[in-house]
């Protein structure tokens, strides 16, 4: 059952980069381009999104279970720390370099294209960096 | 509002519906990031949620195709591009789908910080590197 509802809801999500085809890195770098031919497009995407998961949120935010009556913690919301920080913005140079962040970089790699397997392997070589290094500590 | 921005509008919409699924069925915030580092560590979750999440995630681009695709850069720009996203987003403990969209609809103030900071980090490289003097 938790195997098929992750399936649905990653279905759900993939679908959801493919129609706003937030997996054009173009695209992607067309919203980060403010001084150039700006386009709003991630700004309805990522907007859309919340609106529709907040609800959902909510509901778990005051009840502590999900709709299946499971006990259900959400994430700290208020623990602002410097890795958080100095994560995110190393985060947004990989992102604004290439105009791919990971959700997208999974969808290219059906493409089967070299830049969509060194993308994703530097991804996973740069996530699992963080574990060996000796105060690799997550925000 | 043209097309292409419902088809965005639209296409939010439906990661929003599968966050939310996500999170109402299997308890679970859908943050790519740690999801993906989870998954390769070999951390899978319960009935090997994260991998069925993610497996997912590529079903319908492996079955509709990517459509038009263009990567603007060469090998070891991406190379290094990826090396920063991975590290960063765990650093910072969420991405575009973790913090930007999951933590924002949760409203949280964490998750604004962060997301607010990856956006004009993102914005201030494509100004250096398209508008600036470098490459």
């Not at chain 2, 590290?87 to 999951?102: A, D, P, Y």
Request: proline share 4%; charged share 10%.
């Amino acid at each position: 059952m938790k195997f098929l509802t992750a399936l649905l809801a990653g279905a759900l999500f993939g679908s959801g980069l493919l129609l706003s085809r937030m997996c054009d890195p173009q695209r992607v770098l067309a919203f980060l381009d403010v001084a150039g031919h700006w386009n709003p497009a991630l700004a309805f995407t990522m907007g859309g999104a919340i609106l529709v998961a907040a609800p959902a949120f909510l509901y778990v935010r005051r009840r502590h279970t999900n709709l299946l009556g499971e006990s259900t913690e959400l994430p700290d919301r208020f623990k602002i720390s410097g890795p958080l920080v100095a994560g995110s913005a190393i985060f947004g140079i990989g992102w604004g370099l290439s105009g791919i962040c990971p959700g997208p970089g999974l969808l290219l790699l059906t493409g089967g294209s070299v830049q969509s397997l060194v993308f994703v392997g530097a991804v996973i070589a740069g996530s699992l960096a963080l574990r060996f290094m000796p105060s690799g500590k997550q925000a | 509002m043209t097309a292409d921005l419902w088809k965005s509008l639209f296409g939010g919409m439906l990661i929003g519906t599968g966050a939310a699924a996500l999170l109402l069925l299997n308890g679970r915030v859908a943050g790519i990031s740690g999801i993906l580092e989870n998954t390769v560590r070999g951390v899978v979750g319960e009935q090997g949620w994260r991998l069925a999440f993610l497996g997912g995630l590529v079903l319908p681009a492996a079955i509709v195709g990517l459509g038009p695709i263009e990567f603007s850069r060469g090998l070891p720009l991406l190379a290094a591009s990826g090396m920063l996203v991975g590290f960063g987003t765990r650093l910072g403990s969420g991405c575009t789908s973790g913090h930007g969209v999951c933590g924002l609809a949760n409203l949280s103030p964490r998750s604004l910080v962060a997301t607010l900071t990856f956006m004009i980090i993102a914005v201030a490289t494509v100004f250096i590197v398209r508008h600036g003097a470098l490459l």
